[in-house]
């Protein structure tokens, strides 16, 4: 089943090209000329976060998005491997896929689109020229309160009646903002989590969140030799400026910068803060 975004513009957000790949149906685009920027979300976002990042982006660059498989417009069906460790094996599919797998590629990563990045290059080979990690998950614990809940009780939260269902995921979303998103921009947001489908697809990724991924590179952390910047906003209550400090002792020469009147969508809440910060990095010699 895949999530078509009917209530946006087809003009404002749009991935029209597809890949196939082992695990399911990869929705992608790109976007402006130049140098490869790829950009890759987390949770549980897909890559309508990056849109008005892309569009300040692809003046410069040629900028690669796509949506995760289990998410956005990507395929999405039972028993589907959704985990870091396979998105990170799409990850490198998609940039042979590409043609980008020899280039010296920039990329940047928000939420588990972070770890994605880093198994990428750790454990699957991929060459990256530089690495932005956005409110990234890095280090274990990174599973919320309110999710390690779900996981203990999973069943419970699968056969809950939709419209309780839907109440308690939207209100967890909610607190990935610092600004208020308008009505449009958290329903857009929303519509690949509603009804019996979403539901299935939410605790699908729940049920696969598993720190040892992030445990096994912790280890590898100190060894990086890629230039790392990490941005991070200072009112991130899912993984809060603390756990952005631990990052930036742990990778040898990453810079970090804290985005003010962000939350954990930094992307959503300041995109012309983030942007800036990203063009800075990647144009830095």
């Not at 400026?241 to 020469?253: E, F, H, N, Y």
Request: some cysteine; glycine content about 6%.
């Amino acid at each position: 089943m895949q999530f078509e975004n009917k209530n946006a513009p087809m003009s404002e957000w749009n991935l029209p090209k597809r890949f196939k790949s082992e695990s399911g149906e990869v929705a992608y685009n790109v976007l402006g000329e130049g140098p490869p920027v790829v950009l890759v979300h987390g949770t549980p976002s897909w890559s309508y976060l990056w849109r008005h990042v892309a569009k300040r982006l692809m003046s410069d660059w040629s900028v690669y998005v796509y949506d995760l498989v289990g998410y956005g417009c990507s395929e999405r069906f039972e028993s589907q491997d959704v985990s870091i460790r396979n998105q990170a094996k799409i990850l490198r599919q998609l940039l042979g896929y590409w043609e980008l797998q020899d280039t010296a590629v920039y990329i940047a990563g928000h939420d588990i689109g972070g770890a994605i990045v880093l198994a990428a290059s750790l454990l699957e080979g991929c060459h990256f020229a530089k690495i932005a990690l956005i409110d990234a998950v890095i280090l274990s614990p990174w599973i919320t309160p309110t999710t390690q809940h779900q996981q203990k009780y999973l069943e419970c939260y699968r056969t809950m009646p939709i419209h309780i269902y839907e109440q308690v995921a939207l209100a967890h979303l909610r607190t990935a903002f610092y600004v208020d998103p308008d009505e449009h921009t958290l329903k857009t947001y929303f519509k690949q989590w509603q009804g019996m489908t979403g539901q299935a697809a939410w605790f699908r990724k729940v049920e696969q969140f598993d720190e040892s991924v992030t445990d096994q590179m912790e280890t590898m952390l100190p060894g990086l030799q890629i230039p790392v910047r990490l941005l991070w906003g200072e009112h991130d209550t899912w993984l809060t400026p603390d756990v952005a400090k631990r990052v930036q002792v742990t990778i040898p020469g990453s810079r970090l910068e804290f985005i003010p009147d962000a939350g954990h969508f930094s992307p959503e809440d300041t995109p012309t803060v983030v942007s800036k910060e990203l063009i800075s990095f990647f144009n830095a010699t």
